[in-house]
């Protein structure tokens, strides 16, 4: 089967403008900060430039904690490609710190797009009926969050 020069032409010239266009995206940016939360609060970073599908890449830590905590990671217009997706909680002890490299897709039309961590309580002791659960952990009164972009 013989390929027509027209054809050749025609799918380099596509091939191309892939190539290119995929080299132009812009990524999404993280407005980054410090939170210091408690319980029944949300730690919110805004998201910009996401008004077609780009890529976000940020560092977020978690820390400060003087007990057990509960945290829900929550999102809008944002598809984790990696640990931590929406809806996902974590779970905090006494003087734990925990970093997380977030990367995922951000499609936000009408703007709108964030990340957040919502701080639920205390976790969960697994305690069952007639158990001494006197070892379990008090819950912390605040967790600090922070967030940041990051490269690639």
């Known amino acids: 089967m013989k390929i027509s020069t027209t054809s050749a ?13 995929a080299a132009t995206a812009q990524a999404a940016t993280l407005e980054g900060g410090s939170f210091t939360i408690r319980s029944g609060e949300q730690a919110k970073f805004p998201i910009a430039g996401a008004g077609a599908p780009s890529d976000l890449h940020a560092q977020c830590t978690l820390s400060d904690v003087a007990g057990s905590a509960s945290l829900v990671f929550d999102g809008e217009h944002y ?7 929406v809806g996902e909680t974590v779970t905090l002890t006494r003087g ?11 499609d936000a039309p009408a703007g709108g797009a964030y990340i957040a ?3 639920t309580g205390a976790a969960a002791a ?14 912390a009164a605040s967790v600090t969050v922070s967030c940041k972009p990051a490269a690639n």
């Open 126 to 139: 697994m305690c069952f009926p007639g158990m001494a659960c006197d070892g379990a952990q008090d819950g």
């Open 79 to 85: 598809i984790a490609m990696s640990d931590l997706a």
């Open 9 to 21: 032409g025609m799918w380099v010239a596509t091939l191309f403008a892939a190539v290119f266009l």
């Open 96 to 106: 734990e710190t925990r970093e997380y490299r977030l990367s995922g897709v951000v």
């Open 117 to 119: 961590f919502n701080f």
